[in-house]
Each structure stands twice: as structure tokens, then as C-alpha cells.
């Protein structure tokens, strides 16, 4: 299968308006100040903790993981192409271990180990915030293949939900929304892309007749609410 690449690549999820609206959430959720310690898993080309690092200059810089490095990763956190399994066996504690939108790359057992791992990194204050797609009701523009795709990927996250509660037994939910506007010219470009997971396998057919599709059931302007749930979970 393709790697996952363009999510972030000058889309929504990289706008100034949703970092920031983002990291405000993060702030509500958690109790950021200049002493935390971050650790973003999956964490791409580290938008979210570069912008955290500059609203909050950290004695400590937010570590970001990937096993992508994508030549654009922002250079003011620490980050390291390390799978997430291999790196949570360090020693390091953190106040935030935040796992934006990576969830479903893991199986059931290594969720299970990932979970398990990230807790024992958790200082005794401190959050594991899990954010994923909200499965019921989604808002994501698709065309009929896309949309097949990802409705079977939201039920398999309804099924790795099941899995997160069932191990970190006290959790909290909430939900992200943000109001996308954005160009259908630019949807295009991001769906060609293959800017969702959904995306990945499909032939380069499918994606075609997917643009033709969208380019008539979308007006010029999209919009939309995108929004995730978050899990949120304090020892
Ligand atoms: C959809 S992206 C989300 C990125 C970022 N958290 C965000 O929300 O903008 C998922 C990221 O998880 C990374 N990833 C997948 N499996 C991983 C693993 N085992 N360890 C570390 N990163 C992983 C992928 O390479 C990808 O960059």
C-alpha cells in the first residue's frame, strides 16, 4: 500500500486557522505551561508542536515521531524517525503524549502495546490525548468509492475505540470541530493526492472518475465540518 504523505501537505490540517484553534483546544484539555513535556506520535511534518513551541517556548522541546521524515518537518521540536513501539520503550516521561489521526495504522495487539507503553511514559499529572475521524455522521466530501472506503475505515475505528476504553478504562470524551472552507479546485488537488487513508488503494481509475464526480456534485466553494474525537485519559 502507498504511504499516507499529503494530509498536512498546505491543506486544512495544516491552515494557521486550525493549528491554532487546535492548540487552544489542546490548552483547555491539558495544563500546558513552560515546563510540559510533549510527545507527539505520528506526528508528520510536526505542525501542532512546532506552533506549541512558539506560543509556549518550553524549557523542553516537544518530541515529535514518525516513521515518515518528510523533508519539510518543522526544525524547532526534536524529532526522530522511530516506529511508536520502538520508541515508547525509553525511559522519557511525559505531561502530554498526544496520538493525533494514527490510531488506525496499528492492529488491535499493537494498540494494546502502544497503549500500554504510552501510560508507563506518563507523568502522574499528566494526559494521553487520542484523537481520531468521528465515525458516526461524517462530513468528509467524498465520491461513492471514497466514501465506501471510508466508511468501512470509521468502523473499524468504532471497533479500535472499543479497544482504547477497554484499556485505559477512565476516559473522557470530547469533540474537535473545525468549519472548513475550502476551493473545490483545492479538493481536487488534495483527493489526487491522496490525502486520506481511504485514498491509498485505490487505482488511479477510481481517483479519476472520484474528481469527475466531485468536480459536479460540489459547488466552487466547499464546506464543511471537520470533526474528531478525542479521547482524553489521566492516571
Ligand atoms: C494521518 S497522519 C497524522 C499526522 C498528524 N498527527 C496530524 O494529525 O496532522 C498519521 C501519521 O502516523 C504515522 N505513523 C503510522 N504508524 C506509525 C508508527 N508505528 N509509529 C510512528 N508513526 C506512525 C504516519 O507515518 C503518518 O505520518
Redesign the pocket.
Given at each position: 500500500m502507498r504511504r499516507?504523505k499529503n494530509?498536512?501537505n498546505k491543506t486544512w490540517?495544516s491552515s494557521k486557522s486550525y493549528i491554532s484553534q487546535f492548540n487552544k483546544f489542546l490548552k483547555r484539555k491539558s495544563n500546558l505551561n513552560k515546563n510540559s513535556k510533549i510527545l507527539?506520535?505520528?506526528?508528520?511534518r510536526a505542525?501542532?508542536i512546532s506552533a506549541l513551541q512558539k506560543k509556549y517556548k518550553f524549557k523542553n522541546k516537544p518530541v515529535g515521531?514518525?516513521?515518515?521524515a518528510n523533508n519539510d518537518v518543522k526544525k524547532n521540536i526534536e524529532f526522530k524517525r522511530i516506529?511508536?513501539?520502538k520508541y515508547l520503550k525509553r525511559q522519557d516521561k511525559y505531561d502530554l503524549i498526544l496520538i493525533?489521526?494514527?490510531i488506525h495504522?496499528f492492529s488491535k495487539t499493537n494498540l494494546n502495546l502502544l497503549l500500554n507503553l504510552a501510560k508507563k511514559r506518563l507523568n502522574t499529572k499528566g494526559k494521553i490525548l487520542i484523537f481520531s475521524l468521528k465515525t458516526k455522521n461524517n462530513k468528509i466530501p467524498c465520491f461513492e468509492k471514497m466514501r465506501k472506503n471510508l466508511k468501512k475505515s470509521l468502523k473499524r475505528d468504532e471497533y479500535l475505540f472499543k479497544i482504547i476504553k477497554k484499556n485505559l478504562k477512565k476516559t473522557k470524551n470530547f469533540y474537535f470541530n473545525f468549519n472548513v472552507t475550502i476551493s473545490k479546485k483545492r479538493y481536487l488537488w488534495m483527493i489526487k493526492s491522496r490525502y486520506i487513508s481511504c485514498l491509498l488503494d485505490l487505482k488511479e481509475r477510481d481517483i479519476n472518475n472520484g474528481l469527475n464526480e466531485i468536480e459536479l456534485k460540489y459547488n466552487n466553494t466547499i464546506k464543511f465540518i471537520d470533526t474528531l474525537k478525542c479521547i482524553s485519559f489521566s492516571k
Amino acid at each position: 500500500m502507498r504511504r499516507l504523505k499529503n494530509w498536512d501537505n498546505k491543506t486544512w490540517l495544516s491552515s494557521k486557522s486550525y493549528i491554532s484553534q487546535f492548540n487552544k483546544f489542546l490548552k483547555r484539555k491539558s495544563n500546558l505551561n513552560k515546563n510540559s513535556k510533549i510527545l507527539d506520535i505520528g506526528c508528520g511534518r510536526a505542525n501542532i508542536i512546532s506552533a506549541l513551541q512558539k506560543k509556549y517556548k518550553f524549557k523542553n522541546k516537544p518530541v515529535g515521531i514518525d516513521i515518515i521524515a518528510n523533508n519539510d518537518v518543522k526544525k524547532n521540536i526534536e524529532f526522530k524517525r522511530i516506529d511508536a513501539l520502538k520508541y515508547l520503550k525509553r525511559q522519557d516521561k511525559y505531561d502530554l503524549i498526544l496520538i493525533k489521526q494514527t490510531i488506525h495504522f496499528f492492529s488491535k495487539t499493537n494498540l494494546n502495546l502502544l497503549l500500554n507503553l504510552a501510560k508507563k511514559r506518563l507523568n502522574t499529572k499528566g494526559k494521553i490525548l487520542i484523537f481520531s475521524l468521528k465515525t458516526k455522521n461524517n462530513k468528509i466530501p467524498c465520491f461513492e468509492k471514497m466514501r465506501k472506503n471510508l466508511k468501512k475505515s470509521l468502523k473499524r475505528d468504532e471497533y479500535l475505540f472499543k479497544i482504547i476504553k477497554k484499556n485505559l478504562k477512565k476516559t473522557k470524551n470530547f469533540y474537535f470541530n473545525f468549519n472548513v472552507t475550502i476551493s473545490k479546485k483545492r479538493y481536487l488537488w488534495m483527493i489526487k493526492s491522496r490525502y486520506i487513508s481511504c485514498l491509498l488503494d485505490l487505482k488511479e481509475r477510481d481517483i479519476n472518475n472520484g474528481l469527475n464526480e466531485i468536480e459536479l456534485k460540489y459547488n466552487n466553494t466547499i464546506k464543511f465540518i471537520d470533526t474528531l474525537k478525542c479521547i482524553s485519559f489521566s492516571k
